[in-house]
């Protein structure tokens, strides 16, 4: 039961570089997220998606972009990235937006970039 | 806007005792409030989930309760115990005019010594 996945774990970048974050779920989840996690920031959504074919800017989109591939699937890409967006990544999945069940957390994906 | 706050921080307790955290929110438009806990390294799992209709839910020794009208929820650990260490973070959510999202506390850091 693997719930969500994240892919990389780890990632060191250096600045301008491009990359792109993985995430499924296996629960037919229609709802996903991508928060960021900052000491003295907590957790702030970047984007969300609240069905297939849909995605939605968050707090802090700026220098992000997403793509929902499938029902399963939920993509962060950092285009050039940039020593602020140095964070913890979690992708997130629910089974609506709207008036929103339980939340179910990959385990994270750690980024530097230099 | 919606803001979420959880004090103290960080608290320290032996083991045995009973302790309850506090998380405040500012509009009390919720759908639903969710208590997460945050194990160091890894992802959010989430404890309890009360909908903006109930007063309170029980897991085990946790329970969580709601007010609304004061915009505040506990979250009381009975007979705490050493595994009980992590952050635990609450979430208000389900804001219609905002597609339904949760906004996080920036949680608060238990330790429970032998």
Known sequence: NAGVTQTPKFQVLKTGQSMTLQCAQDMNHNSMYWYRQDPGMGLRLIYYSASEGTTDKGEVPNGYNVSRLNKREFSLRLESAAPSQTSVYFCASSVRTLNTGELFFGEGSRLTVL | ?114
């Open chain 2, 1 to 114: 806007k919606q803001e979420v706050t959880q004090i103290p921080a960080a608290l320290s307790v032996p083991e045995g005792e009973n302790l309850v955290l506090n998380c405040s929110f500012t509009d009390s438009a919720i759908y639903n409030l969710q208590w997460f806990r945050q194990d160091p390294g890894k992802g959010l799992t989430s404890l309890l989930l009360i909908q903006s209709s109930q007063r309170e839910q029980t897991s085990g020794r946790l329970n969580a309760s709601l007010d609304k009208s004061s915009g505040r929820s506990t979250l009381y650990i009975a007979a705490s115990q050493p595994g009980d260490s992590a952050t635990y973070l609450c979430a208000a959510g389900g804001f219609y005019n905002q597609g339904g999202k949760l906004i996080f506390g920036q949680g608060t850091e238990l330790s429970v010594k032998p």
